[in-house]
């Protein structure tokens, strides 16, 4: 993270913590299923130039931009 401002970094950064923490909370408590693992999204990737690497793609867990 960049700001200008500590102040505002500062805030920022302890916002992102915060954010992190409390979805790591409702992450642990939610039900996890014995077959949450869907097969079809594992998948080859090209991780950096030259390096291909399988990967698990699904939209809960990668975001893209």
Known sequence: MYNFDRNRLADS?????????DDLARWRQREIEPDDLDTAKLRL???RPFTLMQTYFDPDLNERA
């Open 13 to 21: 950064v302890k916002l992102t913590i915060e954010t992190y923490k």
């Open 45 to 47: 990737a090209l991780y």
